[in-house]
């Protein structure tokens, strides 16, 4: 079975670019989540979807990111406009409702601004 | 709200050891805990969960971990460490009342030989 799929895996931009980042869950979640690794403040939850659906994104930084899941099988989060403080993993994530919360990542898409 | 607290960042250790990795967690509501396990240029997986019952838990790999609720504490154990087990280990809480899962900062594992 295919896992979650991340594109790009990595990306190196300039500061000020628009950069979207993809995921495919798994086929048959219900649940997206999108996180940021950083040395400096370890992972951080973004936000989730359920029925791709918005839940909570609270944990989104600034306007400057949204996230969208058109349908079951797509979802994107945009950085518009760029900036160096922006670099770092980003982890798209799926699940079950009734596994009870274990996530399936992706490999992650590895995100330089210069 | 809720907060991880992962004590020791890295843990070396030779191999065939045992390692125990530390977990504290802060909650005004109950939790459920998770251990996941990062290998390098790889995604998170799940190596084991706490939702309720016994408190110790067997994961994969040969690991297991104990919930102590009156000292919030959640610490991963194995009794003989691999080169393999070589990784990032995350410690995780979701609370009851949400979906979301919280992680702790990691703790680097460092097996040698």
């Known amino acids: 079975d295919a896992g979650v799929i991340q594109s790009p895996r990595h990306e190196v931009t300039e500061m000020g670019q628009e950069v979207t980042l993809r995921c495919k869950p798994i086929?048959?979640?219900?649940?997206l989540f999108w996180y940021r690794q950083t040395m400096m403040r370890g992972l951080e939850l973004l936000i989730y979807?359920?029925?791709?659906?918005?839940?909570?994104d609270s944990g989104m930084p600034e306007d400057r990111f949204s996230a969208k899941m058109p349908n079951a099988s797509f979802s994107t989060l945009k950085i518009q406009p760029s900036e160096p403080r922006d670099s770092a993993v980003y982890f798209c994530?799926?699940?079950?409702?009734?596994?009870?919360?274990?996530?399936?990542f992706g490999e992650g898409s590895r995100l330089t601004v210069l | 709200a809720q907060s991880v607290t992962q004590l020791d960042s890295q843990v070396p250790v030779f191999e065939e050891a045992p390692v125990e990795l530390r977990c504290n967690y802060s909650?005004?509501?109950?939790?459920?805990l998770f251990w996941y396990v990062q290998y390098p240029n790889q995604g998170l997986q799940l190596l084991l969960k706490?939702?309720?019952?016994?408190?110790l838990v067997k994961g994969i790999n040969g690991f297991e971990a104990e919930f102590n609720k009156s000292q919030t504490s959640f610490h991963l154990r194995k009794p003989s460490v691999h080169i393999s087990d070589t990784a990032e280990y995350f410690c995780?809480?979701?609370?009851?009342?949400?979906?979301?899962?919280?992680f702790g900062t990691g703790t680097r594992l460092q097996v040698f030989p």
């Open positions: 994530a799926s699940s079950l409702s009734r596994s009870l919360r274990e996530l399936f």
């Open positions: 086929s048959g979640h219900d649940y």
């Open positions: 979807f359920n029925n791709n659906v918005p839940i909570d």
């Open positions: 909650s005004s509501v109950s939790v459920y």
């Open positions: 706490y939702l309720s019952g016994s408190t």
């Open positions: 995780a809480v979701s609370p009851y009342n949400t979906d979301k899962l919280i």
